[in-house]
């Protein structure tokens, strides 16, 4: 049996304007099958969109994907041009965090707020009538990577409305962690509907922490993560992972934070810095895996290390492909960077 990424036969991204991907939009090129607004969904789903794109997948054809920042995931199963209902669905666009990490986003400012509120708003007033066929027949919603759930009251309206639409539903859910404390836990009833959950922390030190993302709170992070490991030896919670993204400035915290991570009962996951959404002055000084950037090298040295083996690590594929560079280049590229 042959391997094939699982996502356009199993998942659905839904944006706040009603568009359906397969997967992250970004990461599809916003190859969108269709919108939600404007067809119904069994006409979306198995549409000649979505088939064009599965086809494509059948054929080991990735043209529709952006391969510099995803790492299709493949699994042995038998595909189709057409899918059954999606098993999981992720809402994908509520952007409200209470944080801001250095490398995730820009300011926003009041005009983007009001038209996502009324795009929210649309989602709200249709929710029901929409995507109550979807959710029954889900087995598990992903939300929130494009913000925080626990600072945006239309995530936690989103999240009441489904699990009383479907009281077996499980939740991955991507966090910075802070507010994913107890209270909140017990306040959504989410104890039961846990399913997979990832915190972004890309350090295992406060002084790093800091350094890294503004408004943040390290001390109450740290207690969180202690509660969902305790969880997770309780079987609430099926799996715990802690995000890390690699820079110049956090690189040498890797090995310390593969042992922070055994010690919760979690994966350590690395991802090499790729969304340059800053200026290309700081994406040179922040994104140490790229060849030109004059500490390079150091990485690849320290990727080598044995630590990077042990069950609980995760490398993303293009960490675990990068090479060392000349010396020569090397000694060069130091120069300029001198200059």
């Known amino acids: 049996m042959s391997k094939f990424c699982k996502h356009p036969f199993h998942t659905i991204?839904?944006?706040n304007t009603g568009e359906v991907y397969c997967c992250c939009c970004y990461w599809t090129n916003?190859?969108?099958?269709g919108n939600i607004f404007e067809k119904s969904f069994d006409e979306i789903w198995n549409g000649e969109k979505a088939k064009e794109f599965r086809k494509q997948f059948i054929e080991n054809n990735y043209k529709y994907c952006n391969l510099e920042v995803c790492d299709p995931y493949l699994q042995e199963f038998e595909p189709d041009y057409t899918a059954d209902y999606p098993k999981k669905v992720e809402f994908s666009y509520d952007r409200r965090c209470n944080v801001r990490c250095i490398f995730c986003r820009n300011e926003k400012n009041k005009e983007e707020e009001e038209y996502n509120r009324?795009?929210?708003?649309?989602?709200?007033?249709?929710?029901?009538?929409?995507f109550t066929?979807?959710?029954?027949?889900?087995?598990?919603?992903?939300?929130n990577s494009a913000g925080e759930l626990f600072a945006s009251k239309h995530s936690i309206e989103i999240v009441k409305k489904i699990i009383k639409i479907n009281p077996n539903i499980k939740f991955n859910i991507i966090s910075n962690g802070i507010l994913f404390n107890e209270e909140n836990i017990e306040k959504l009833d989410l104890k039961t509907h846990l399913n997979n959950i990832t915190i972004s922390i890309h350090a295992s030190t406060e002084k790093t922490y800091n350094k890294l993302v503004e408004n943040g709170n390290f001390k109450a992070l740290m207690t969180n993560i202690k509660y969902l490991s305790k969880l997770k030896k309780e079987g609430s919670l099926q799996h715990l992972q802690l995000n890390f993204?690699?820079?110049?400035?956090?690189?040498?915290?890797?090995?310390s934070f593969v042992k922070l991570a055994k010690k919760l009962n979690a994966k350590a996951f690395f991802i090499n810095y790729h969304r340059q959404?800053?200026?290309?002055?700081?994406m040179q000084k922040l994104d140490i895996s790229l060849p030109t950037h004059q500490k390079y090298n150091s990485l690849v040295k320290l990727l080598k290390h044995p630590i990077f083996k042990e069950e609980c690590c995760v490398l993303n594929d293009y960490l675990k492909e990068l090479?060392?560079?000349d010396k020569k280049l090397t000694n060069i590229l130091k120069d300029l960077f001198k200059k």
């Open 13 to 15: 991204q839904i944006q």
């Open 30 to 33: 916003f190859y969108s099958f």
């Open 118 to 130: 009324q795009k929210e708003k649309r989602i709200e007033e249709n929710f029901d009538r929409i």
């Open 133 to 143: 066929p979807i959710i029954e027949k889900a087995e598990v919603v992903e939300l």
């Open 245 to 255: 993204v690699v820079t110049a400035i956090n690189y040498k915290e890797m090995k």
């Open 277 to 282: 959404i800053d200026s290309d002055e700081l």
């Open 323 to 325: 090479k060392p560079n």
